[in-house]
């Protein structure tokens, strides 16, 4: 067999590889985020991109000295480089004489738990000496500013909703609900209630085949996310676009609706790669969406919708956070089936909404695929909850899987958990 086989090797959470080995034969395809060639530095790619906004004035020109600056940034769950674009951007408020005193950091949770004071300083640096750093609390200190068009109630910490300026530092990758993620998620999920996160969950999750969202950027959830970022005043985003390196490789910036779908077109040379065809096997590094299985969910998304129907997913994550750590109906509930959740939701025996949006969701890839998963995290217990099948290595999981189709099987590789890979 010497020289018949490949070694794949595959991150498995921020500092570790874990190693496949598969006949050459075998292998379908490998995708992975594309690189982009750039000279210039982070700074300057961030510097020029909010000083030369989309569809906005400058920062410079929108801010007066006086104003309340609300800053909304993103969790530990994003790779978004936070400790490199704040500084930045306090340094230009600074400069038309908006003072640290009068800015307030707000982490855009969603509904994820809090972030401890270990992650702020991982995640937004030394920015904390400067200014307030908080979390938002998706169940207080909410203010209703109205409803969508659709009839979504529009609940927002209090504190983003009086800010004079709204600015949301966001990154933009392919998203399991909304298409794309950046621009106005920022808003909804980020700083908003429960119950409007829950809605346009339940909206994401009930879209049927899940694939018809995966990579459209305008679509019935997206909408009602720009319609909640309207009501709540979102005045300018910047939004990072990042390679396989994790490098800044742009940076859009302005209005919340244009520059987004600027950046959209920027990043699908990066995170959507073409392939030759649907594989029977789909093995999927979820780095870096691995915190718990409610991240993981996305990969396994992308993964299952290059996946033959009846095919099987190797799911490779760590997931420190278990499955959940906000929401429980998604490890007690995953086994019900997409009508049963449905029924859960209108009956009033699921309070869950949010939950409830993920469970449509990871019910309808069960209906297609088989899933084996490798996770030091998720007990066999939990794994078991999910719907799963227990492996104790990446290649004890791949070899269960080809089991099943003998060695004919054509085997899919993504080795990036923000890659949605699409059929050439």
């Known amino acids: 067999m010497e020289g018949k086989n490949t070694i794949i090797q595959l ?30 530095e982070c700074h300057d790619i961030i510097q020029t991109s909010i000083r030369n906004p989309i569809g906005r004035p400058p920062i410079s020109s929108m801010v007066k000295s006086n104003d309340k600056v609300v800053i909304i940034g993103d969790d530990i769950t994003r790779p978004t480089p936070q400790n490199i674009m704040i500084p930045i951007i306090l340094d230009e408020l600074n400069s038309v004489g908006v003072s640290d005193k009068n800015i307030h950091i707000i982490v855009g949770l969603g509904t994820h738990r809090d972030m401890t004071k270990t992650e702020f300083r991982l995640k937004y640096g030394s920015v904390e000496d400067r200014v307030e750093i908080t979390n938002h609390d998706y169940s207080n200190n909410l203010v209703n500013v109205g409803s969508t068009s659709s009839g979504i109630p529009i609940e927002v910490n209090k504190d983003v909703y009086e800010a004079t300026i709204k600015i949301g530092i966001g990154n933009i990758v392919p998203h399991c609900y909304a298409g794309w993620g950046g ?14 996160t829950g809605m ?34 979102l005045d300018f985003i910047i939004n990072t676009v990042l390679d396989n390196r994790e490098k800044i490789v742009n940076v859009v910036s302005g209005d919340p609706i ?25 093995v999927v590094s979820c780095y870096p969406a691995d915190i718990d299985y409610w991240q993981t969910l996305k990969p396994l998304t992308y993964a299952s919708s290059v996946a033959k129907q009846g095919g099987t997913i190797v799911l490779l994550s760590p997931c420190p956070d278990r499955v959940s750590p906000t929401h429980p109906d998604l490890r007690e509930k995953a086994k019900i089936g997409y009508e049963s959740v ?6 009033g ?50 070899e269960m899987a080809k089991a099943k189709y003998g060695n004919i099987s054509k085997v899919g590789i993504i080795k990036c958990g923000e890659v949605l890979p699409s059929l050439k």
């Open 11 to 40: 991150p498995y959470g921020k500092e570790r590889q874990v190693e496949i080995e598969i006949q050459k034969e075998n292998l379908n395809f490998i995708a992975e985020k594309g690189t982009v060639s750039t000279s210039s």
């Open 183 to 196: 621009g106005g998620k920022i808003i909804q999920p980020g700083v908003c209630g429960e119950k409007t």
């Open 200 to 233: 346009t969950h339940l909206m994401g999750g009930k879209v049927k085949p899940y694939t018809k969202i995966l990579g459209e950027v305008d679509n019935d959830v997206r909408k009602e996310i720009e319609a909640a970022a309207e009501l709540v005043g």
């Open 258 to 282: 244009r520059a987004l779908r600027n950046g959209v077109d920027h990043a699908r040379k990066i995170f959507c790669p073409k392939i030759p065809s649907s594989s029977d096997i789909i």
């Open 342 to 347: 449905l029924e859960s939701v209108s009956n």
């Open 349 to 398: 025996e699921s309070e869950d909404f949010v939950a409830a949006g993920a469970l449509l969701l990871h019910s309808q890839i069960l209906e297609k695929v088989d899933v084996i998963c490798f996770s030091d995290g998720l007990r066999e217990s939990d794994k078991e909850a999910l719907g799963f099948s227990h492996a104790s290595s990446p290649q004890e999981a791949l």
